[in-house]
């Protein structure tokens, strides 16, 4: 039957809730929540997916957000650095992938989009369907959680356990966040810790607030504490047996006692109480420091592609700026 190609701003969501469910290639990244949130809480952002019918029957989606920037616009697929790609539908004809890509390269060429990018986790991504992309190897760490939570402690490096027992003789403590009052306590650490990040538009109070609706399920958030303050978070986002780290963060003043050592063992014991097989931690964006915490908990290189294409003229303007 015939396959239809579109660009669509309102997908239904029943549907693209079912292909998400679908694909265990899947992340939280694709889901029409992670979309909203995005597109309901920081300035400019708006739907621009992508999507394939057949028989009227949505069948595969490649979800993307557009957003103003430059006196042009960004297309990205996810925003915020985070996967992307095509979700299919397990009887998808093949070749829908491509098609849809094919679909994503062709907009991202128009004159009024200055950069464009599509992060691949899944590996299914064919390059050869995105003429005038830059493929950008990269690697995220993560846990294999193959084993009981004891052998893979025994797994972490010394370095890591060391700080793991330093937290606890301080008397921090891990609890789940359960509240909107935890995810905004998360935001003000976060705050603090990323003043002088580069990242623009920053997640603000709406961001969380938002955020600590959702699922509780697939959005996962731990708080460690000491006498009831609170010192870091560790906010992980879960589907398909995975759970991927989307920040690990404590204030100044608690980073003597560890808390991100601890944040992080938490969140890989309760993954496995839970029945997840990876514990992914991301990427360190070329910081051997940020590699070498990673690595301590045992992680193992799994790859990840990003699809860039930057006009020139748009990367004179931001030099410019």
């Known amino acids: 039957s015939r396959l239809d190609i579109g660009a669509g701003t309102d997908v239904d969501r029943t549907e693209w809730s079912r292909l998400v469910a679908q694909d265990e290639a899947?992340?939280?990244?694709?889901?029409?929540?992670?979309?909203?949130?995005?597109?309901?809480?920081?300035?400019?952002?708006r739907p621009a997916h992508f999507e394939a019918r057949e028989g009227g029957r949505l069948i595969a989606l490649i979800p993307a957000l557009s957003r103003p920037r430059f006196k042009a616009e960004t297309l990205e697929s996810m925003a915020f650095?985070?996967?992307?790609?095509?979700?299919?539908?397990?009887?998808?004809?093949?070749?829908?992938?491509?098609?849809?890509?094919?679909?994503f390269?062709?907009?991202?060429?128009?004159?009024?989009?200055?950069?464009a990018q599509?992060?691949?986790?899944?590996?299914?991504?064919?390059?050869?369907?995105?003429?005038?992309?830059?493929?950008?190897d990269d690697v995220v760490q993560v846990v294999r959680l193959d084993a009981e939570y004891e052998e893979l402690n025994r797994r972490f490096k010394p370095s890591a356990r060391n700080k793991i027992r330093k937290a606890f003789k301080a008397g921090v403590t891990v609890r789940r966040a359960e509240s909107e009052a935890d995810f905004?306590?998360?935001?003000?650490?976060?705050?603090?810790?990323?003043r002088d990040w580069e990242i623009r538009p920053r997640p603000g109070l709406e961001f969380f607030s938002a955020l600590s609706k959702l699922d509780p399920n697939a959005v996962q958030?731990?708080?460690?504490?000491?006498?009831?303050?609170?010192?870091?978070?560790?906010?992980n986002f879960a589907m398909h047996g995975t759970v991927m780290n989307w920040g690990n963060v404590s204030t100044d003043a608690a980073k003597s006692l560890a808390p991100n050592n601890l944040l992080?063992?938490?969140?890989?014991?309760?993954?496995?109480?839970?029945?997840?097989?990876?514990?992914?931690?991301?990427?360190?964006?070329?910081?051997?420091?940020?590699?070498?915490?990673?690595?301590?908990?045992?992680?193992?290189?799994?790859?990840?592609?990003?699809?860039?294409?930057?006009?020139g003229w748009y990367r004179a303007v931001k030099r410019a700026t």
């Not at 694709?30 to 909203?36: G, I, L, N, S, V």
């Not at 996967?83 to 098609?99: K, N």
């Not at 958030?221 to 906010?235: K, S």
Request: with cysteine.
């Open 264 to 311: 992080h063992a938490n969140a890989i014991e309760q993954g496995v109480r839970d029945g997840y097989h990876t514990y992914d931690l991301g990427s360190s964006g070329g910081l051997e420091g940020v590699r070498a915490f990673k690595s301590s908990f045992g992680t193992v290189d799994a790859p990840v592609r990003r699809f860039v294409m930057e006009k």
């Open 118 to 136: 599509l992060v691949d986790r899944s590996g299914r991504v064919d390059g050869s369907a995105l003429p005038g992309f830059e493929r950008i």
């Open 81 to 103: 650095g985070t996967f992307g790609g095509p979700v299919l539908s397990e009887d998808a004809p093949e070749g829908t992938g491509g098609t849809l890509l094919a679909g």
């Open 26 to 45: 899947a992340t939280f990244f694709h889901t029409p929540e992670w979309a909203d949130l995005l597109a309901s809480t920081l300035p400019g952002f």
């Open 105 to 115: 390269a062709r907009a991202a060429s128009s004159l009024r989009v200055g950069i």
């Open 221 to 235: 958030m731990w708080l460690a504490l000491q006498d009831g303050h609170v010192l870091g978070g560790d906010l």
């Open 184 to 194: 905004l306590a998360y935001y003000t650490i976060l705050e603090e810790c990323s």
